[in-house]
């Protein structure tokens, strides 16, 4: 198994940025596909970002595409979500997620979760 815990999430006014790390302990991160999902209130939660075990390959939600960059260090077993030009419609809980092989884009394609953190966008 592998344990997820989120950080960076805070209050930010639009056009700002965030940096939201997903860091993994257990077996080796490197292992395991890692998707950045969000939930906002009365929502389902939604998929974000997706990144492979290598980091070769990575997929963004329509909603993020140009704004928000995922990236990995499997030496520091930790996956970064950069968020730039935020927007108020940005708002959310943020988890990230993990699974051994990539199966696709929904919540329940993935096995591991994180506890989430929140980030709130200002207008």
């Known amino acids: 198994q592998v344990q997820l815990v989120e950080s960076g999430g805070g209050l930010v006014q639009a056009g700002g940025s965030l940096r939201l790390s997903c860091a993994a302990s257990?077996?080796?991160?490197?292992?395991?596909?890692v998707g950045w999902f969000r939930q906002a209130p009365g929502n389902d939660r939604e998929f974000v970002a997706v990144?492979?075990?290598?980091?070769?390959?990575?997929y963004y939600a329509d909603s993020v595409k140009g704004r928000f960059t995922i990236s990995r260090d499997n030496a520091k077993n930790t996956v970064s979500l950069q968020m730039n030009s935020l927007k108020p419609e940005d708002t959310a809980v943020y988890y990230c997620?993990?699974?051994?092989?990539?199966?696709?884009?929904?919540?329940?394609?993935?096995?591991?979760w994180g506890q989430g953190t929140q980030v709130t966008v200002s207008s």
């Open positions: 997620a993990a699974r051994a092989v990539f199966s696709g884009y929904r919540p329940g394609d993935y096995d591991y």
């Open positions: 257990g077996r080796t991160f490197s292992g395991y596909v």
């Open positions: 990144i492979t075990r290598s980091g070769g390959y990575t």
